[in-house]
């Protein structure tokens, strides 16, 4: 069961070629989708540009959905469902993989801006599993919107174009850092501190009350037309500024901020693209509020994907609520999330016959969770076997993984919520080093594997 098999191997120069347009266009994808918000647009702007049509459009016409249209619907500009309808009807069951858009990152309070002593900051509480000291003195950025008190709603980017200024985090230098170093890891950071640095500048007015937050209302208002108290209705996240970079002299790898899940999501999302009249109707479910619990309007235990999939049979087949539960309870999916890969600098956290490794393909996890897979979906033996025997006759190259050792830690995906449908759901996605920091690496080889088997899956 060792399993010496690298995808890079598999390559023929060609493939090669292929693989590496790929991840040129991964690249791009992921640079324009820093937040939910922005991989939902992109998602959009991409399904478009393939045929795909507005559900509302389609609703409000009363167009009857037939083999092979292409609709999709999207959930408050963080979330999206496509479709491509098959030649079987929906209630046979539905080809569906499911990916998410949020990934960890900082963000701002409802009251974030204070100033004190000769600063500017801004309030933040963490979003997701970081280590809080991955992120002090690193360039940031700032994403996201705010609604003003006219309703209007004002999209900001600061920190991604060359000509920004971008925000930091500050750290104690080594010399005093006597009482900081003797803490814990997880405690030498603190959450409540941190803080983002935002200005220093104050306006003229020597005799103004917190001058240099003035200065900052200001510039804020002189750009974006915006004041202090509408930070209050604001959805703004910090998360790293730069671009995804090649990593290695051989350029194998990419470091990229929130390859977790973006990863999984343009794959999947190239692979539903490419699909054209397929026997059973596919689907791709992209989420919001993974790295939160899926909860909320935007999350996976939302009813969006359930009332979304009625809309759809209602214009293709007519909906009755039992030909609804049908659909679902005969899909087959898969949650396509990462995992850690096996690192070579930290080998103890892993058992290695039961772990992945960079560079040797999509992984199937059979079940996740911790303290005794609590959590997990444990997918169906028999589900497995036949994702094992696509891939197989699709020549695609595969692992498979626990996330770590017995009782080392643990995670969940949003597997469990679509097999209480009563589903078949395999936990199926690619691997990185160092997930969940503002930087992620993930294989080259990997994201073109995971295309193919993505792919493989939606023939069946
Ligand atoms: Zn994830």
Known sequence: ?????????????????????????????????????????????????NGFIDLKTAIESKKKLTVGDKVYATNKDKGIIMFILGTEPMEKGMTITGSHLDSPRIDLKQNPLYEDDGFTFLETHYYGGIKKYQWVTIPLSIHGVLITKGGKKVNIVIGEDDNDPVLFITD????????????????????????????SMPIEDKEAKSRIKLNTLRLLNEKYGIEEEDF???ELEIVPSGKARDVG????????????????????????????APKKTCVGLFVDKEEVGSIGATGMTSKFFENTVAEVMELAEGYT???????????????????????????????RKNTAFLGKGIVIIKYSGKDGKVGSNDADAEFIGEV???????????????LGKVDQGGGGTIAYILAEYGMEVLDCGLVLLSMHSPYEIASKADIYEGYRGYKAFYSI
Request: glycine content about 2%; hydrophobic content about 40%; aromatic content about 8%.
């Open 1 to 49: 069961m060792e399993r010496e098999n690298l995808v890079w191997d598999n390559f023929k120069e060609k493939d090669l070629e292929e693989m590496l347009n790929f991840c040129e266009g991964y690249k791009s994808f992921i640079n324009a989708s820093k937040t939910e918000r922005e991989a939902s647009q992109e998602i959009v702007k991409i399904a478009e540009e």
């Open 172 to 199: 104690l230098l080594p010399h005093l850092s006597k009482d900081q170093s003797a803490k814990k890891l997880s405690e030498a950071i603190e959450g409540e501190n941190l803080n983002v640095l935002f200005g």
């Open 232 to 234: 209050t209705s604001a």
């Open 249 to 276: 002299l051989d350029r194998s790898m990419i470091a990229a901020y929130g390859h977790d899940d973006k990863i999984c999501a343009y794959t999947c999302l190239r692979a539903l693209v490419e699909t054209e």
């Open 321 to 351: 609520s039992l030909k609804l539960r049908r659909a679902l309870a005969n899909s087959k999916m898969l949650s396509a999330d990462v995992l850690a890969a096996f690192d070579p600098l930290y080998p103890s956290v892993c058992e």
């Open 388 to 402: 094992r025997n696509i891939f197989n006759k699709n020549n695609i190259v595969w692992q498979t993984s626990e």
